[in-house]
Structure formats: structure tokens, C-alpha cells
């Protein structure tokens, strides 16, 4: 199955086309978008760009996975909009799986991993799973709140930290008794939502890809201000 993979959840996004379905993943390209203001002057070119590269047209596409989030809300609604874009003309199925998934997919470890992505106002949103050779178990689902009582509630010594973190969360973490990979490990890629689509498709389908919502897991700082206002 022909997949477009993207995810554009944090300040560095990723899209990736690649071949799953069949005994492994085939990674036919990937690029990394470093974003200086929105994804949206980045994005349509990476995915026009790594769909020319495979020799491939926009037709050629037989499914389309996207990350779902949580993380940059401006990031995910563009992510959201062109993956149901790309896939609606070519009549191909959409996945969409947590960003925080794709973190841990892509740590390179096994265990207990516990993926993070920073939430600013002293928050991060955090997901635990289980990762082994067959894919991922979700330990508990996507959150957001304070990193000290998520570590309070942990027991850090038992589990991996990865994610998009600031200095200062990664400091509280190793202080806490955790483990926190690199930092260059810990972005949500589009090569790791093509593991996640090979290993569990029926997780990912979305069945109504119009009516379909991202994972924002808290509302917008500007919807609050509305409702506060």
C-alpha cells in the first residue's frame, strides 16, 4: 500500500511516502521541515517535492496517515486539512494516530516509554505505552498537565522519557530518577507513523475522514480566552 505520511505537530514537521502492508516498512523518502513560522509555507512543497522524488503523481497514492496531535494547534489543523485534501480526490483511506504514538514508535526503545511534548504554561501532554517488536500498547492515554504530577504519579525510575521537551523539563525528569533520550530522538516523524499504519492499520482507520478530528487533548489558548472573556 502506497502511502503519504506527515505529521506537523511541532516546529519540526516531517512528511514521508513509503510502501507498508507488505512483510516490512519500505521508506521511499523522507524530509524534515523546519518551520519558521507555519507549516503552511513548508508543507505543500515538502509533499509535492517527496512525491516527484518516488516518481510518483498525487493518483498514485493508496492511503494517506497523519498525526493527529496533540501539539501545535496551528500545526495539526493544517496537517489535518491536507491530509483529508490529498486524500479525498485520490478515494484513499485516512489513519491518523497520536503524535505522542509516533514519539515513542520512533524512540528506538523497548519498555515502557512515556512520550512527551511540551505545553508551555509549566504543562506537557503525555501518553505511556508499551513498545515491542509487534508495535505499541497504550499504557494511558494522551493527557495534558503538570510535568511534576505526572512523575509524582510515574515512578520515573520505571519508565523512558522521550519527546520535544525544554531544558529545564528534561533537567526535572533526570532529577526525578528518569531516563530522557536524546533530544534528536524525540520528534514525532512521518517515517514513524508508516511503522504505526504497517503494524496496526485498523487502530488508525478513520471511518468518517469528514467528520474526522484531530487530538487536541486541551482546547486553544484562544478558545479559552473566549470562554474567560
Request: charge should be neutral; hydrophobic fraction near 45%; include cysteine.
Amino acid at each position: 500500500m502506497l502511502t503519504l505520511a506527515l505529521d506537523t505537530s511541532t516546529r519540526r514537521g516531517s512528511v514521508a511516502i513509503g510502501e507498508t502492508g507488505g512483510a516490512a516498512v519500505r521508506v521511499l523518502g523522507e524530509a524534515v521541515l523546519r518551520v519558521s513560522a507555519t507549516h503552511s509555507e513548508t508543507i505543500l512543497p515538502a509533499v509535492d517535492g517527496i512525491v516527484r522524488s518516488a516518481g510518483l503523481a498525487p493518483a498514485d497514492l493508496e492511503a494517506v496517515v497523519v498525526g493527529a496531535g496533540p501539539g501545535s494547534f496551528t500545526g495539526i489543523r493544517i496537517g489535518a486539512a491536507l491530509a483529508r485534501g490529498v486524500c479525498f480526490p485520490a478515494r484513499a483511506p485516512l489513519f491518523a494516530y497520536s503524535s505522542l504514538a509516533a514519539i515513542a514508535a520512533g524512540s528506538g526503545e523497548s519498555g515502557a516509554v512515556c512520550a512527551l511534548v511540551d505545553a508551555r504554561r509549566d504543562q506537557v501532554y503525555a501518553a505511556g505505552y508499551d513498545v515491542g517488536p509487534g508495535g505499541l500498547e497504550r499504557r494511558f492515554d494522551p493527557r495534558a498537565g503538570a510535568l511534576a504530577e505526572l512523575l509524582d504519579e510515574l515512578g520515573p525510575s520505571s519508565w523512558t522519557f522521550s519527546g520535544v521537551l525544554s531544558a529545564e523539563q528534561r533537567a526535572a525528569i533526570e532529577r526525578a530518577g528518569g531516563v530522557v533520550l536524546p533530544a534528536e530522538r524525540g520528534w514525532p516523524t512521518a517515517s514513524a507513523l508508516l511503522r504505526l499504519v504497517h503494524q496496526a492499520p485498523e487502530a488508525g482507520r478513520v471511518a468518517d475522514r469528514a467528520r474526522w478530528e484531530p487530538e487536541y487533548v486541551r482546547t486553544s489558548s484562544a478558545t479559552r480566552r473566549m470562554e474567560n472573556g
